[in-house]
């Protein structure tokens, strides 16, 4: 399995980005994409997943209402779309994958594979 994610850079406060994982090695079916990120000093944290086969999301808290998740299941991407950005939001940033259950999408020990990180750095 592999996942490369691509799409980071840097915005000013306010603005936005979208971020891609690219996902190849297997079918994804029973799997959830889910983007983490990692600020300096900072744990890896979770930000939001979808479900591969049923496309349900969940979010953190601090993102609700600014980011969206979507996969394309014929495209095998997994996007996250970034608005209302705040410096807050600067880190790297991590897609995985994991077959858990959607009670765990959320925790870092349940993922199987990472994609390499993309920096998002966002100016006030």
């Known amino acids: 399995v592999q996942l490369q994610a691509s799409g980071g850079g840097s915005v000013q406060a306010g603005g936005s980005l979208r971020l891609s994982c690219a996902l190849s090695?297997?079918?994804?079916?029973?799997?959830?994409i889910g983007w983490f990120r990692q600020a300096p000093g900072k744990e890896r944290e979770f930000v939001a997943a979808?479900?591969?086969?049923?496309?349900?999301?969940f979010f953190a808290d601090s993102v609700k209402g600014r980011f969206t998740i979507s996969r394309d299941t014929a495209k095998m991407t997994g996007d996250l779309q970034m608005n209302s950005l705040r410096p807050e939001d600067t880190a790297v940033y991590y897609c995985?994958?994991?077959?858990?259950?959607?009670?765990?999408?959320?925790?870092?020990?349940?993922?199987?594979?990472w994609g390499q990180g993309t920096q998002v750095t966002v100016s006030s």
């Open positions: 090695g297997r079918t994804f079916n029973g799997y959830s």
């Open positions: 979808i479900t591969w086969r049923g496309g349900n999301t």
């Open positions: 995985g994958l994991t077959s858990a259950s959607t009670y765990n999408v959320a925790y870092r020990r349940y993922y199987v594979s």
